[in-house]
């Protein structure tokens, strides 16, 4: 069965960094889009960023939401069945729950993972 596992959440401070990883296991991997949601407390879950399947033109696609274009990078490695979210230059208002999501026919999530950014 499909399974996504993140890591990587944690709590840093105003400005720094964080890399969140999400295992994937269940399905052929390279073959889907994946994609990153955050859900703050008191809001809806929103689609931070995704990255497509296969490489176009000598790269896979890539989109963010305005909220953390040129500061969050999404990649894949098909290799380890793994998504990644690298989060530079992280604000207060970055705090959320993240959660990793494909679609097979219907839509799969991880457990989610905190990340606090807090001074």
């Known amino acids: 069965q499909v399974q996504l596992v993140e890591s990587g959440g944690g709590l840093v401070h105003p400005g720094g960094s964080l890399r969140l990883s999400c295992a994937a296991s269940g399905f052929s991997f390279s073959n889907y889009a994946m994609k990153w949601y955050r859900q703050a407390p008191g809001k809806e879950r929103e689609w931070v960023a995704g990255?497509?399947?296969?490489?176009?033109?000598?790269?896979?696609?890539?989109t963010y939401a305005d909220s953390v274009k040129g500061r969050f990078t999404i990649s894949r490695d098909n290799a380890k069945n793994t998504l990644y979210l690298q989060m530079n230059s992280l604000k207060p208002e970055d705090t959320a729950v993240y959660y990793c999501n494909t679609y097979i026919y219907k839509n799969y999530w991880g457990q989610g993972i905190q990340v606090t950014v807090s001074s």
């Open positions: 990255i497509g399947d296969v490489a176009r033109a000598g790269d896979v696609a890539r």
